[in-house]
């Protein structure tokens, strides 16, 4: 079975430059999320994906962040203008359902870097 | 406010050394306790989750809602358990993880 894919897996740009992130999650699975993981951090939920509807996105910045998943597949997470402090890992992860097994698949993360 | 608090960045032991990896949490209700762990190079996955009340990898975790503590456990610790391990927790009816600031383990031949 194929895992959650992302790309790029790494992306160096200046503040204020836009930016964005693909998530492709395993075939099948509803719920799709967006971590950041600021280094030294753990991974923090920016939004949540069933099917193609938002569930939680109350701590995504949404003055420069923004997210789709458009059909409720394939999702992109965009960072438009990109500050320092948006320098993270992006992970996307993917679960079957919206219960509360636990079990998230994460794929390779995005690592960018805001200069 | 939801919390999970990892005191230790890094862990050090030598192979065959016991291991406990410290987690506490704080959630108003009853939460569900999972520990993650990225072995380099690797993905984030699960490792175990507390419902399940299952040893992996010779590692056992016990939910303690006194102490709200759910530290990881095993008693020899292998070269290869050497990771990166996150304690992580989710409400009911919810798949939306906490994650506290991980550990690094560093187990040394």
């Known amino acids: 079975e194929a895992g959650v894919a992302q790309s790029p897996r790494y992306k160096i740009i200046e503040k204020r430059q836009s930016v964005a992130f693909w998530c492709n999650p395993i075939?099948?699975?509803?719920?799709l999320y967006w971590y950041q993981q600021i280094l030294g951090q753990g991974p923090k939920l920016l939004i949540q994906?069933?099917?193609?509807?938002?569930?939680?996105d109350s701590q995504l910045p949404k003055d420069r962040f923004s997210a789709e998943r458009l059909k409720g597949v394939d999702s992109t997470l965009k960072i438009q203008p990109a500050k320092l402090e948006d320098s993270a890992v992006y992970l996307c992860?993917?679960?079957?359902?919206?219960?509360?097994?636990?079990?998230?698949?994460f794929g390779e993360g995005s690592r960018l870097t805001v200069l | 406010a939801q919390r999970v608090t990892q005191p230790e960045k890094l862990l050090s032991v030598f192979k065959g050394a016991p291991v406990e990896l410290k987690c506490n949490y704080s959630?108003?209700?009853?939460?569900?306790l999972f520990w993650y762990v990225q072995y380099s190079r690797q993905r984030l996955q699960l490792l175990l989750r507390?419902?399940s009340r299952e040893s992996i990898k010779g590692f056992t975790a016990d939910l303690n809602k006194g102490e709200t503590s759910f530290h990881l456990k095993k008693p020899f610790a292998q070269e290869e358990d050497s990771a990166m391990y996150y304690c992580?927790?989710?409400?009911?009816?919810?798949?939306?993880?906490?994650f506290g600031t991980g550990t690094r383990l560093q187990v040394f031949p």
């Open positions: 507390h419902i």
């Open positions: 992860a993917s679960s079957f359902t919206a219960g509360n097994t636990g079990e998230l698949f």
């Open positions: 075939s099948g699975h509803a719920t």
């Open positions: 992580a927790l989710s409400g009911q009816n919810t798949d939306k993880l906490i």
């Open positions: 959630y108003s209700g009853s939460p569900e």
């Open positions: 994906f069933q099917n193609n509807g938002v569930v939680d």
